[in-house]
């Protein structure tokens, strides 16, 4: 079902409501055959309980957008061919959030990450929707800088804490011992180990350097 204008040839064209026949609705601007495509608004509203508000273009999210997922999430923020693409926040259904930087619906580039259930924070790199490249990771009393790797800290680093001092040192990811008879399942691998080489003041420092 539809409401709403329509052009000299009965097209829709300009504003309208729309019901859709698996129950979803929109709300908003339409536009007709253009030879150049333009960014409209509008709101469509998901019979699972989702809905997006923000800015299309050829009938896909693009520009700036807002979608609310059913589990009670929420994406705020720039939208490439219906994907989550460019700057945005995400608020997730446990309360933690993200903002930054994203590509093709995944966390990409610098963004921050904060876990709500212990107030810690993951201020860096992300690659494809994992924790990697140079970050900080700062918790309620320390710090630790450093680089990561596939989510994991990996390489030399430090913690630093707010009493004063600094512990340099590195993670070390372990070796995995192979077992004499082959296992069904592939074993899970290792926590990196953070081994300590020396204490001292507070001190510049930056995981650049390693590059």
Do not use: M
Not at 28 to 51: D, H, M
Not at 136 to 160: D, Q, S, T, V
């Amino acid at each position: 079902e539809y409401e709403g204008d329509r052009n000299s040839e009965g097209q829709r064209h300009g504003f309208g409501k729309a019901l859709l026949p698996n129950g979803d609705t929109y709300e908003g601007e339409y536009e007709c055959i253009s030879s150049v495509p333009n960014v409209f608004q509008g709101t469509y509203r998901f019979k699972n309980g989702a809905l997006y508000t923000g800015n299309y273009l050829q009938n896909k999210k693009h520009g700036k957008g807002v979608f609310f997922y059913p589990d009670g999430s929420k994406y705020a923020g720039d939208w490439v061919h219906d994907q989550r693409q460019g700057y945005g926040e995400y608020l997730y259904a446990n309360g933690d959030t993200y903002t930054g930087e994203w590509a093709n619906n995944k966390r990409h580039g610098q963004g921050t990450y904060i876990y709500k259930e212990t107030g810690s924070k993951y201020v860096g790199c992300w690659v494809n929707g994992i924790q990697d490249g140079p970050a900080e990771l700062i918790h309620r009393n320390y710090r630790f800088k450093g680089r990561f790797l596939n989510g994991k800290p990996l390489g030399r680093g430090k913690f630093i804490f707010d009493i004063g001092c600094e512990q340099h040192g590195e993670y070390i990811q372990p070796v995995q011992e192979k077992e004499e008879e082959e296992e069904e399942e592939a074993p899970l691998p290792l926590e990196p180990i953070w081994r300590a080489s020396e204490i001292t003041k507070l001190t510049p420092w930056s995981p650049h350097y390693e590059d």
